[in-house]
Every structure is written in structure tokens, then in C-alpha cells.
């Protein structure tokens, strides 16, 4: 693996992140299908935080780039021991990938301020709701990295849920049961405008809407457009059920969608 003393800037980092990858190679395909999947992942989030830093300055980009290919190193040891990606059953992916990154020279060729900015945001990028009082570096860089994670993951559903069943990373549907029915409790709270909490789940249709949910909390503008562009909406209800409870959180969501995107181009014209 190349050594991270050879980090000096985001293409090293980027070259690094693929011999790191590179070591966890493994010779069952099955395996090797989760690893890739993080891989692909994490070079989609880092495009997308690039996208979605784009009006912030070259300095900002970076930054988000940095962060987002940092933000999932957790993954794949998490993967090598314990053969799943959820925390509940193994270990906080984000405290493995910050501890990856402590244990490292891998962001020493930025000043302290900006380390510890990417540092926490790795750290607290699956939190349920952000902390209060973050320096503003660092919640600036929190929030577009879990935006530009909330896009990929919906791309990765898409992939999962209309991919034959023997072409499927087996662990990207988090174990969850396949039953027909979404459960009252977390239809009624997307229907609330209220994110889904992970422990609420019974089936994959929950997690579904669980995922519908995640657009309640976008941070920018810039993702909003993207959600709307890549119809991540419109791919998340073709993989419902057709029925009317359904039909009305759809509708709510996409409300919500339409409202943002509304209110600032109001706030544009003003
Ligand atoms: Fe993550």
C-alpha cells in the first residue's frame, strides 16, 4: 500500500485511497462485491461534494473532496471482520474511518484547523442530527459531506434494488426483510415532515422510506437540484408499493422538494 507520509495533496490522497482499497482485495467474489461497492461510493461522494462545493471557492472544494474520500475508510475493515455495514451489528463505521485517519499522516499536509475540520466531519457524518456549536469550518464541511453521501447512497439503492438478486452487493440492503407492507409508524413520520429513525425499520420498504425521509435534511441548494435533476424521487417511488398511504408521503416529499427549490429562486429574483 503506499505510504500515507506520501499524502501531499488531494491526488495523492486519491491515488493513496486506491492502494489502500487495493489491500483488502479479497479472492471471494461475494466479498470483493461489498469492497468495490464502498470503492465506487466513496469516488461518487467525492464528485458529488465537489459538485455541491462548487460555488465556495477552489480551497472549499478540496476540502469536500478530501473529507468525502475520507469519510467511509471505515468501511472496509468494518467489512473484513465483521462481513456487514450495519453499525448496529458491528462497530460505528465513521469512529473506525476517524481512527484510520488518527492513526495516519494521511492529512498532514493540512494546516491543524482545516485537519481537525475534515477530521470531525468523518467522524459525524452518520450522526442522527448534527451537533450544535461546531466550529464553522468544520459544520460546513459536515453537512456537504453527508448531502453528498445521502446523493450516492440513493444511487447505490437504485443500482441495488433493480439489479438481478444474484448481481446484488449482498450487504447494501442492510439484512432488512422483504415484506410487502411499510409499517405505520414510519409512514407516519414522513408524512410528519420527520426523518426516519434506523431502529424504526422492519422491512425494506421502511428503509425505503427511510431514504425518502433523508430529503428533510439536505443542507444546500446546489443538492436539492441535483435530487431533482437525477429524479432520485422518482427511482425511490418506483420501488414502492402503489398504495394510498404511500401515495400521499410521495406527494408530501416532493412538496417539500418543490417548495425549497421555489423559495430560493424567489429569494434569487428579490
Ligand atoms: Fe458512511
Known amino acids: 500500500m503506499t505510504d500515507a507520509s506520501q499524502v501531499t495533496d488531494l491526488a495523492s490522497l486519491k491515488a493513496w485511497f486506491a492502494s489502500y482499497c487495493g489491500s483488502f482485495r479479497s479472492e471471494d467474489a461475494e466479498v470483493q462485491r461489498n469492497f468495490d461497492l464502498k470503492e ?7 464528485e458529488a461534494a465537489r459538485l455541491i462545493a462548487q460555488e465556495g471557492g ?28 450495519l453499525d448496529s451489528q458491528s462497530v460505528n463505521h465513521a469512529h473506525l474511518s476517524a481512527q484510520v485517519l488518527k492513526q495516519s499522516s494521511l492529512l498532514d499536509f493540512l494546516p491543524k484547523a482545516e485537519r481537525d475540520a475534515v477530521y470531525f466531519a468523518v467522524r459525524l457524518h452518520n450522526v442522527f442530527q448534527v451537533p450544535r456549536g461546531l ?6 464541511l459536515l453537512l456537504l459531506v453527508r448531502d453528498a453521501d445521502k446523493l450516492d447512497i440513493w444511487r447505490v439503492f437504485a443500482d441495488y434494488f433493480f439489479a438481478p438478486e444474484s448481481e446484488r452487493a449482498s450487504a447494501a440492503g442492510l439484512g432488512f ?3 410487502p407492507t411499510c409499517s ?16 424504526m425499520l422492519k422491512s425494506q ?22 435530487i431533482k435533476e ?8 418506483a420501488t414502492l408499493p402503489r398504495d394510498e398511504a404511500v401515495l400521499v408521503i410521495l406527494d408530501r416529499v416532493q412538496g417539500y422538494l418543490e417548495s425549497r427549490l421555489a423559495d430560493a429562486a424567489a429569494g434569487a429574483l428579490c
Open 205 to 226: 420498504h421502511d428503509f425505503k422510506l427511510l431514504q425518502l425521509s433523508w430529503v428533510y435534511d439536505i443542507n444546500f441548494l446546489s443538492t436539492l437540484r441535483l
Open 40 to 46: 465506487v461510493h466513496t469516488r461518487n461522494v467525492c
Open 58 to 85: 477552489e480551497r472549499r472544494q478540496m476540502l469536500a473532496q478530501v473529507a468525502a474520500l475520507c469519510h467511509d475508510l471505515g468501511r472496509f475493515p468494518q467489512f473484513q471482520e465483521y462481513r456487514t455495514f
Open 184 to 199: 405505520p409508524d414510519v409512514l407516519a413520520a414522513v408524512a410528519a415532515g420527520q426523518m426516519v429513525q434506523l431502529t
Open 135 to 140: 466550529p464553522a469550518g468544520t459544520e460546513d
Open 230 to 237: 437525477r429524479r432520485v424521487l422518482e427511482q425511490l417511488a
Open 177 to 179: 426483510p422483504d415484506l
